[in-house]
């Protein structure tokens, strides 16, 4: 269902990597049809002795999943179903008030989530993602047409910004799934105090909601290609008609990740349309 991509790293020294996977014989996506596989490699470390993993833009990722993995691929997979939930989650710090009076005291230096320049919008969830990990084995079995995303009723979409939805992001965590409608961006705070579209780490956020639209699948640090930079959207007044993504708690936040941003997002990045991109 989707192409491989960079987790994170653990302090033990692996390289995480990621590739959301659905039930197969599916023409539309449903609840509990898809999960998110967890694969690992091992890190290297640079100079200073930090950990370092390869870019996917120019190396191999040393994990299990072949590295050109693209939606529609099948394989046989043999892991073990886990349950990510960090205790970081449920802090204090994520639930969008900035609290003076927390020991130690709340502020933009150690609380940028809720006391910085541009706060999050949405709070941290304890709800944790079900994943298949420690693989032991990824087995190619051909190639099929992938399901199309299931449209997200208003009252599903609602849920997305929730950090309670226990049972709905059990159910549809790991799942690619379509938001459409007419969304205006929630507008951000740059570094100059300008409003912008996209915020920090490349996050979207689209009235409603709000609904946290990411990059974390397409974008890789560094990259040369155009494809694997962050989204680029210059008109403030712009509005969104089509959002596919993967339901996916990225750092405590539950959040719609694209996997292509010329294909999945409607209108695309402004690249896509100047430079005429062609992203796989």
Known sequence: MSQKFFIDNTRSGACLWGVFVSSPDLTETTANSGILAVSRSEASTDGNGHIVCPSLESSSAGDPFPDSVAPGDVFDIIGETTYFSSSS???????????????????????????????????????????????KSVTPRGHVEPPKPHVLTTEEAMKLNSPTETEFFHEWGGVKVRLEGAFAPVLRTDAMGADVVVGSYGNIHLEGGPVQVGDKIYYIGGAQSACHKGPIYSDVNVVFNRVDGFVYNNFCIWSLQPANKCIDLDPPSEDCVADGLMCP
């Open 89 to 135: 989650c449920s802090d204090a710090c994520g639930d969008l008030v900035c609290d003076p009076s927390s020991t130690p005291p709340e502020t933009a230096e150690n609380c940028r989530q809720d006391c910085g320049a541009s706060p999050e919008l949405i709070a941290q969830s304890g709800v944790g993602q079900y994943q298949v990990e420690w693989i």
